[in-house]
Protein backbone atom coordinates (compact mmCIF):
# COMPACT_ATOMS: atom_id res chain seq x y z
CA UNK A 1 0.00 0.00 0.00
CA UNK A 2 1.68 3.04 -1.40
CA UNK A 3 1.56 6.44 0.90
CA UNK A 4 1.31 10.12 -0.29
CA UNK A 5 4.82 10.67 0.99
CA UNK A 6 5.59 7.83 -1.81
CA UNK A 7 3.85 8.78 -4.68
CA UNK A 8 5.03 12.72 -4.26
CA UNK A 9 8.60 11.23 -4.34
CA UNK A 10 7.54 8.72 -7.63
CA UNK A 11 6.17 12.35 -8.90
CA UNK A 12 9.45 13.98 -8.35
CA UNK A 13 11.59 11.06 -9.71
CA UNK A 14 9.31 11.44 -13.39
CA UNK A 15 9.82 15.20 -13.02
CA UNK A 16 6.06 15.49 -12.95
CA UNK A 17 4.57 18.72 -10.75
CA UNK A 18 1.76 17.84 -8.53
CA UNK A 19 -0.17 20.57 -9.81
CA UNK A 20 -0.32 19.60 -12.63
CA UNK A 21 -1.88 16.42 -12.21
CA UNK A 22 -5.69 15.35 -10.73
CA UNK A 23 -5.22 15.11 -6.95
CA UNK A 24 -6.49 11.24 -6.51
CA UNK A 25 -4.15 9.19 -7.50
CA UNK A 26 -4.25 5.12 -9.13
CA UNK A 27 -1.73 2.86 -7.12
CA UNK A 28 -1.71 -0.41 -9.19
CA UNK A 29 -0.79 -3.68 -8.00
CA UNK A 30 -1.14 -6.81 -9.64
CA UNK A 31 -3.46 -9.25 -8.05
CA UNK A 32 -2.08 -13.02 -7.66
CA UNK A 33 -4.42 -14.33 -9.85
CA UNK A 34 -4.04 -12.04 -12.49
CA UNK A 35 -2.71 -13.46 -15.83
CA UNK A 36 -2.62 -13.20 -19.30
CA UNK A 37 -5.09 -15.46 -21.62
CA UNK A 38 -7.84 -15.39 -19.30
CA UNK A 39 -9.67 -12.52 -20.27
CA UNK A 40 -10.31 -11.46 -23.76
CA UNK A 41 -10.95 -8.01 -25.54
CA UNK A 42 -13.14 -7.51 -27.92
CA UNK A 43 -13.66 -4.20 -30.10
CA UNK A 44 -17.20 -3.62 -30.85
CA UNK A 45 -18.65 -1.02 -33.02
CA UNK A 46 -21.31 1.39 -31.75
CA UNK A 47 -24.68 -0.34 -33.00
CA UNK A 48 -22.99 -3.53 -31.24
CA UNK A 49 -22.45 -2.20 -28.00
CA UNK A 50 -25.96 -0.49 -28.39
CA UNK A 51 -27.33 -4.15 -29.30
CA UNK A 52 -25.76 -5.25 -26.00
CA UNK A 53 -26.72 -2.86 -23.80
CA UNK A 54 -30.37 -3.40 -25.36
CA UNK A 55 -29.99 -7.05 -23.69
CA UNK A 56 -29.44 -8.28 -27.09
CA UNK A 57 -26.80 -11.39 -27.59
CA UNK A 58 -23.92 -11.34 -29.81
CA UNK A 59 -22.81 -15.23 -31.08
CA UNK A 60 -19.79 -16.37 -32.35
CA UNK A 61 -20.08 -19.04 -34.61
CA UNK A 62 -17.67 -21.78 -36.72
CA UNK A 63 -16.51 -25.16 -36.82
CA UNK A 64 -13.53 -26.55 -35.38
CA UNK A 65 -11.93 -26.25 -39.23
CA UNK A 66 -13.34 -22.76 -40.20
CA UNK A 67 -12.04 -19.03 -39.08
CA UNK A 68 -14.37 -17.77 -36.12
CA UNK A 69 -17.30 -15.22 -36.97
CA UNK A 70 -19.42 -12.66 -34.22
CA UNK A 71 -23.12 -12.28 -35.42
CA UNK A 72 -25.16 -10.14 -34.71
CA UNK A 73 -29.17 -10.50 -34.60
CA UNK A 74 -28.21 -9.12 -38.66
CA UNK A 75 -25.15 -8.65 -38.97
CA UNK A 76 -22.18 -11.30 -39.71
CA UNK A 77 -18.24 -10.22 -38.53
CA UNK A 78 -14.82 -11.50 -39.18
CA UNK A 79 -12.56 -11.87 -35.83
CA UNK A 80 -9.36 -11.12 -36.63
CA UNK A 81 -6.63 -10.77 -33.62
CA UNK A 82 -4.92 -7.38 -33.47
CA UNK A 83 -1.33 -7.06 -31.59
CA UNK A 84 -0.51 -4.27 -29.76
CA UNK A 85 2.46 -2.71 -28.04
CA UNK A 86 1.25 -1.10 -25.17
CA UNK A 87 -0.19 -3.64 -22.56
CA UNK A 88 -3.39 -3.79 -21.46
CA UNK A 89 -4.99 -3.53 -18.32
CA UNK A 90 -7.98 -5.01 -16.79
CA UNK A 91 -9.12 -3.36 -13.74
CA UNK A 92 -12.39 -3.59 -12.34
CA UNK A 93 -13.87 -0.53 -10.98
CA UNK A 94 -11.23 1.68 -12.76
CA UNK A 95 -12.39 5.50 -12.80
CA UNK A 96 -11.62 7.57 -15.70
CA UNK A 97 -10.28 11.51 -14.90
CA UNK A 98 -13.86 12.60 -16.09
CA UNK A 99 -15.64 10.74 -13.20
CA UNK A 100 -12.81 11.60 -10.59
CA UNK A 101 -13.67 15.03 -11.12
CA UNK A 102 -17.21 14.63 -10.95
CA UNK A 103 -16.61 12.72 -7.89
CA UNK A 104 -15.58 15.26 -5.24
CA UNK A 105 -15.40 12.40 -2.53
CA UNK A 106 -12.64 10.81 -4.30
CA UNK A 107 -9.76 10.27 -1.92
CA UNK A 108 -6.17 10.76 -2.74
CA UNK A 109 -5.07 7.43 -3.25
CA UNK A 110 -6.91 4.68 -4.73
CA UNK A 111 -5.45 1.51 -4.42
CA UNK A 112 -6.28 -0.22 -7.37
CA UNK A 113 -5.45 -4.33 -8.43
CA UNK A 114 -4.93 -5.65 -11.68
CA UNK A 115 -7.30 -8.56 -12.74
CA UNK A 116 -5.66 -9.49 -15.76
CA UNK A 117 -3.78 -7.84 -18.85
CA UNK A 118 -2.96 -8.79 -22.48
CA UNK A 119 -0.98 -7.80 -25.54
CA UNK A 120 -3.54 -8.17 -28.29
CA UNK A 121 -7.79 -8.00 -28.63
CA UNK A 122 -10.15 -9.59 -30.97
CA UNK A 123 -10.98 -7.00 -33.52
CA UNK A 124 -14.22 -7.19 -36.20
CA UNK A 125 -14.65 -6.72 -39.82
CA UNK A 126 -17.94 -7.12 -40.83
CA UNK A 127 -18.18 -9.82 -43.48
CA UNK A 128 -20.70 -11.71 -46.03
CA UNK A 129 -22.37 -14.17 -44.59
CA UNK A 130 -21.07 -17.53 -45.21
CA UNK A 131 -24.21 -19.07 -46.71
CA UNK A 132 -23.39 -21.82 -48.84
CA UNK A 133 -22.72 -24.83 -46.80
CA UNK A 134 -26.65 -23.71 -46.06
CA UNK A 135 -27.62 -25.21 -49.67
CA UNK A 136 -25.45 -28.24 -48.84
CA UNK A 137 -26.73 -29.46 -45.88
CA UNK A 138 -30.59 -28.74 -47.07
CA UNK A 139 -29.17 -31.16 -50.74
CA UNK A 140 -28.57 -34.03 -48.30
CA UNK A 141 -32.17 -35.06 -47.99
CA UNK A 142 -34.17 -32.49 -50.34
CA UNK A 143 -38.12 -33.53 -50.29
CA UNK A 144 -39.12 -35.21 -52.86
CA UNK A 145 -42.97 -35.39 -52.39
CA UNK A 146 -45.47 -36.88 -49.66
CA UNK A 147 -44.93 -40.69 -51.26
CA UNK A 148 -40.88 -40.44 -51.44
CA UNK A 149 -41.00 -38.89 -47.98
CA UNK A 150 -42.62 -42.41 -46.38
CA UNK A 151 -40.03 -44.62 -47.81
CA UNK A 152 -37.42 -42.45 -45.99
CA UNK A 153 -35.83 -43.25 -42.55
CA UNK A 154 -36.77 -40.93 -39.53
CA UNK A 155 -32.79 -40.21 -38.95
CA UNK A 156 -32.14 -38.50 -42.51
CA UNK A 157 -30.61 -35.36 -42.31
CA UNK A 158 -33.17 -32.95 -41.37
CA UNK A 159 -32.52 -29.65 -39.54
CA UNK A 160 -34.35 -26.94 -37.73
CA UNK A 161 -33.76 -23.38 -37.57
CA UNK A 162 -31.63 -23.79 -34.33
CA UNK A 163 -29.40 -26.29 -36.09
CA UNK A 164 -28.82 -24.42 -38.51
CA UNK A 165 -27.73 -21.70 -36.32
CA UNK A 166 -25.22 -23.97 -34.88
CA UNK A 167 -23.93 -25.05 -38.24
CA UNK A 168 -24.14 -21.75 -40.18
CA UNK A 169 -21.70 -18.89 -39.97
CA UNK A 170 -24.14 -16.02 -40.37
CA UNK A 171 -26.86 -14.38 -38.42
CA UNK A 172 -30.02 -15.56 -38.09
CA UNK A 173 -31.57 -12.48 -40.96
CA UNK A 174 -29.03 -13.22 -42.63
CA UNK A 175 -30.06 -17.63 -43.15
CA UNK A 176 -33.80 -16.59 -43.11
CA UNK A 177 -33.12 -14.51 -46.03
CA UNK A 178 -30.99 -17.01 -47.70
CA UNK A 179 -33.73 -19.48 -47.01
CA UNK A 180 -36.36 -17.49 -48.77
CA UNK A 181 -33.79 -16.75 -52.00
CA UNK A 182 -32.90 -21.08 -52.49
CA UNK A 183 -37.15 -21.22 -51.64
CA UNK A 184 -36.92 -23.15 -48.79
CA UNK A 185 -39.89 -24.40 -46.48
CA UNK A 186 -40.47 -25.28 -43.26
CA UNK A 187 -41.79 -29.13 -43.15
CA UNK A 188 -43.34 -30.33 -39.67
CA UNK A 189 -40.60 -28.16 -38.09
CA UNK A 190 -37.85 -29.06 -40.44
CA UNK A 191 -36.17 -26.75 -43.17
CA UNK A 192 -36.23 -28.77 -46.31
CA UNK A 193 -35.21 -27.81 -50.17
CA UNK A 194 -37.40 -29.10 -52.81
CA UNK A 195 -35.58 -31.76 -55.36
CA UNK A 196 -35.57 -30.31 -58.47
CA UNK A 197 -38.03 -32.66 -60.43
CA UNK A 198 -40.28 -32.42 -58.05
CA UNK A 199 -40.71 -28.87 -57.39
CA UNK A 200 -40.65 -28.61 -61.65
CA UNK A 201 -43.64 -31.33 -61.34
CA UNK A 202 -45.54 -28.56 -59.04
CA UNK A 203 -44.73 -26.03 -61.01
CA UNK A 204 -46.28 -27.73 -64.01
CA UNK A 205 -49.17 -28.17 -61.96
CA UNK A 206 -49.90 -24.75 -61.62
CA UNK A 207 -49.26 -23.46 -65.26
CA UNK A 208 -51.20 -25.81 -66.77
CA UNK A 209 -53.75 -24.80 -64.18
CA UNK A 210 -53.33 -21.46 -65.77
CA UNK A 211 -53.95 -22.09 -69.07
CA UNK A 212 -56.99 -24.25 -68.68
CA UNK A 213 -58.46 -21.56 -67.04
CA UNK A 214 -57.37 -18.92 -68.98
CA UNK A 215 -56.16 -16.84 -66.08
CA UNK A 216 -53.61 -13.76 -66.55
CA UNK A 217 -50.25 -14.96 -65.01
CA UNK A 218 -50.85 -11.62 -62.77
CA UNK A 219 -54.17 -12.50 -61.30
CA UNK A 220 -53.69 -16.88 -60.29
CA UNK A 221 -56.50 -17.64 -57.27
CA UNK A 222 -55.12 -19.51 -54.46
CA UNK A 223 -58.35 -20.72 -53.37
CA UNK A 224 -59.05 -22.50 -57.04
CA UNK A 225 -55.70 -23.17 -57.25
CA UNK A 226 -55.58 -25.42 -53.81
CA UNK A 227 -59.35 -26.64 -54.57
CA UNK A 228 -58.45 -27.83 -57.74
CA UNK A 229 -54.78 -29.06 -57.13
CA UNK A 230 -55.06 -30.24 -53.46
CA UNK A 231 -56.14 -33.78 -54.95
CA UNK A 232 -52.75 -33.86 -56.59
CA UNK A 233 -50.48 -32.62 -53.96
CA UNK A 234 -50.28 -31.53 -50.53
CA UNK A 235 -51.90 -28.02 -50.46
CA UNK A 236 -49.08 -26.82 -48.50
CA UNK A 237 -47.04 -27.62 -51.74
CA UNK A 238 -49.12 -25.68 -53.54
CA UNK A 239 -49.24 -22.90 -51.94
CA UNK A 240 -45.21 -22.65 -51.44
CA UNK A 241 -45.07 -23.08 -55.39
CA UNK A 242 -47.08 -20.15 -55.72
CA UNK A 243 -44.89 -17.88 -52.81
CA UNK A 244 -41.27 -19.40 -54.99
CA UNK A 245 -42.51 -18.00 -58.48
CA UNK A 246 -45.03 -15.12 -57.26
CA UNK A 247 -45.78 -12.51 -55.39
CA UNK A 248 -49.16 -12.77 -52.98
CA UNK A 249 -51.63 -9.81 -53.04
CA UNK A 250 -55.02 -9.40 -51.64
CA UNK A 251 -57.50 -7.97 -54.16
CA UNK A 252 -61.52 -7.65 -52.08
CA UNK A 253 -60.68 -10.32 -49.96
CA UNK A 254 -59.44 -12.65 -52.17
CA UNK A 255 -55.82 -14.05 -52.39
CA UNK A 256 -54.32 -14.44 -55.26
CA UNK A 257 -50.64 -14.27 -56.88
CA UNK A 258 -48.74 -12.37 -59.64
CA UNK A 259 -46.44 -15.00 -61.16
CA UNK A 260 -42.87 -14.17 -61.99
CA UNK A 261 -42.19 -14.48 -65.88
CA UNK A 262 -38.68 -14.46 -65.69
CA UNK A 263 -38.37 -17.40 -62.85
CA UNK A 264 -40.57 -19.67 -64.27
CA UNK A 265 -38.60 -18.92 -67.45
CA UNK A 266 -35.45 -19.50 -65.75
CA UNK A 267 -36.34 -22.45 -64.23
CA UNK A 268 -37.39 -24.47 -67.27
CA UNK A 269 -33.83 -23.55 -68.52
CA UNK A 270 -32.71 -25.02 -66.12
CA UNK A 271 -34.28 -27.95 -66.46
CA UNK A 272 -33.35 -28.43 -70.15
CA UNK A 273 -29.41 -27.98 -69.80
CA UNK A 274 -29.55 -29.64 -66.52
CA UNK A 275 -28.83 -32.82 -68.16
CA UNK A 276 -27.00 -31.46 -71.52
CA UNK A 277 -22.92 -30.89 -71.21
CA UNK A 278 -23.42 -28.36 -73.81
CA UNK A 279 -26.23 -27.14 -76.41
CA UNK A 280 -26.14 -25.80 -79.76
CA UNK A 281 -27.44 -22.06 -78.79
CA UNK A 282 -29.76 -21.10 -82.07
CA UNK A 283 -31.51 -24.83 -80.83
CA UNK A 284 -31.11 -24.35 -77.25
CA UNK A 285 -33.60 -20.83 -77.66
CA UNK A 286 -36.04 -22.37 -79.78
CA UNK A 287 -36.98 -25.04 -77.66
CA UNK A 288 -36.68 -23.11 -74.06
CA UNK A 289 -39.28 -20.65 -76.19
CA UNK A 290 -41.59 -23.77 -76.87
CA UNK A 291 -41.57 -25.21 -73.37
CA UNK A 292 -42.59 -22.39 -71.29
CA UNK A 293 -46.02 -21.55 -71.14
CA UNK A 294 -48.22 -19.88 -73.82
CA UNK A 295 -47.93 -16.13 -73.35
CA UNK A 296 -44.37 -15.98 -71.64
CA UNK A 297 -41.01 -14.70 -73.73
CA UNK A 298 -37.82 -15.96 -72.78
CA UNK A 299 -34.48 -13.90 -73.00
CA UNK A 300 -30.93 -14.42 -72.35
CA UNK A 301 -30.65 -12.16 -69.77
CA UNK A 302 -32.85 -14.50 -67.69
CA UNK A 303 -29.93 -16.62 -67.45
CA UNK A 304 -27.47 -14.56 -65.95
CA UNK A 305 -25.60 -16.96 -63.56
CA UNK A 306 -27.27 -19.84 -63.97
CA UNK A 307 -25.68 -20.50 -67.66
CA UNK A 308 -23.06 -19.21 -70.00
CA UNK A 309 -22.66 -18.80 -73.47
CA UNK A 310 -19.93 -19.43 -75.91
CA UNK A 311 -19.90 -17.31 -79.13
CA UNK A 312 -16.45 -17.94 -79.88
CA UNK A 313 -17.47 -21.38 -80.63
CA UNK A 314 -19.23 -22.89 -84.10
CA UNK A 315 -22.29 -22.85 -83.88
CA UNK A 316 -22.35 -21.22 -80.90
CA UNK A 317 -23.10 -23.25 -77.53
CA UNK A 318 -24.48 -22.73 -74.01
CA UNK A 319 -23.91 -24.84 -70.95
CA UNK A 320 -25.04 -25.11 -67.51
CA UNK A 321 -22.88 -22.81 -64.95
CA UNK A 322 -24.75 -21.89 -61.26
CA UNK A 323 -23.31 -19.48 -59.24
CA UNK A 324 -24.39 -21.49 -56.32
CA UNK A 325 -22.13 -24.14 -57.33
CA UNK A 326 -18.91 -22.02 -57.57
CA UNK A 327 -16.37 -21.64 -54.45
CA UNK A 328 -17.01 -18.82 -51.78
CA UNK A 329 -13.71 -17.72 -51.46
CA UNK A 330 -12.72 -14.76 -53.49
CA UNK A 331 -9.71 -16.66 -54.86
CA UNK A 332 -10.62 -19.78 -55.39
CA UNK A 333 -13.95 -18.18 -57.37
CA UNK A 334 -11.83 -16.24 -59.85
CA UNK A 335 -9.19 -19.51 -59.97
CA UNK A 336 -12.39 -21.66 -60.55
CA UNK A 337 -13.55 -19.19 -63.27
CA UNK A 338 -10.59 -19.08 -65.41
CA UNK A 339 -9.87 -22.80 -65.13
CA UNK A 340 -13.43 -22.26 -67.50
CA UNK A 341 -12.45 -20.07 -69.07
CA UNK A 342 -9.25 -18.17 -69.83
CA UNK A 343 -10.79 -15.09 -70.54
CA UNK A 344 -13.82 -13.51 -69.83
CA UNK A 345 -15.47 -10.23 -70.78
CA UNK A 346 -16.83 -7.50 -67.44
CA UNK A 347 -20.43 -8.60 -68.82
CA UNK A 348 -20.14 -12.46 -68.91
CA UNK A 349 -18.17 -12.77 -65.42
CA UNK A 350 -20.56 -10.05 -63.40
CA UNK A 351 -23.38 -12.54 -62.74
CA UNK A 352 -20.57 -15.34 -61.23
CA UNK A 353 -18.68 -12.46 -59.03
CA UNK A 354 -21.69 -10.06 -58.07
CA UNK A 355 -22.21 -11.77 -54.85
CA UNK A 356 -18.62 -11.60 -53.39
CA UNK A 357 -19.09 -8.19 -53.27
CA UNK A 358 -18.41 -6.52 -50.18
CA UNK A 359 -20.47 -3.25 -48.97
CA UNK A 360 -20.07 -0.17 -51.18
CA UNK A 361 -17.48 -2.85 -53.38
CA UNK A 362 -18.07 -2.96 -57.21
CA UNK A 363 -17.74 -5.20 -59.50
CA UNK A 364 -14.89 -3.82 -61.41
CA UNK A 365 -12.67 -2.84 -57.92
CA UNK A 366 -13.07 -6.88 -57.31
CA UNK A 367 -11.48 -7.42 -61.16
CA UNK A 368 -8.96 -5.06 -60.40
CA UNK A 369 -7.80 -6.50 -57.14
CA UNK A 370 -7.48 -10.12 -58.63
CA UNK A 371 -7.95 -9.98 -62.54
CA UNK A 372 -5.38 -8.49 -64.85
CA UNK A 373 -7.06 -6.52 -68.15
CA UNK A 374 -6.58 -6.63 -71.77
CA UNK A 375 -8.15 -5.33 -75.05
CA UNK A 376 -8.80 -7.87 -77.53
CA UNK A 377 -10.37 -7.19 -81.14
CA UNK A 378 -11.15 -3.85 -79.76
CA UNK A 379 -13.22 -5.06 -76.28
CA UNK A 380 -11.67 -5.23 -72.66
CA UNK A 381 -10.86 -8.69 -71.54
CA UNK A 382 -10.01 -10.10 -67.73
CA UNK A 383 -7.66 -13.11 -67.16
CA UNK A 384 -5.89 -14.64 -64.22
CA UNK A 385 -3.20 -12.75 -62.30
CA UNK A 386 -1.55 -15.88 -61.31
CA UNK A 387 -1.03 -18.77 -62.70
CA UNK A 388 -3.54 -21.40 -63.34
CA UNK A 389 -2.25 -25.04 -62.76
Known amino acids: MRSREEVEATL ?145 SK ?80 QHILLSYGMKYTDEDEVYFEMNADKICTATAQMLLQNAVKFNLSEFQEVWQQSVPEGLTTRLDQLKGLALLDRNSRPETIFLLKVEDLPEDNQERFNRLFTIREKWTEADIAPYIQDLCAEKQTVAALLTKYARSSMQNGVKVYNSRRPIS
Request: glycine share 4%; net charge negative.
Open 12 to 156: HIAKLKPAELLPPVHCLSFSPRASAGECCLLQLEPGLCAELEAGHSLVIRGDKDEQAVLCSKDKTYDMKIADTSNMLLFIPGCKTPEQLLADEASCNIIQTQIAGFSNNYWELRKCRPKLKKLKKLLMENPYEGPDSEREKALTD
Open 159 to 238: YTMEDLLDRIQASEEEILHQLQVINACKIEGYWRVLEFDYEMKLLNHVTQLIDSESWSFSKVPLSICLQELGPLEPKEMI
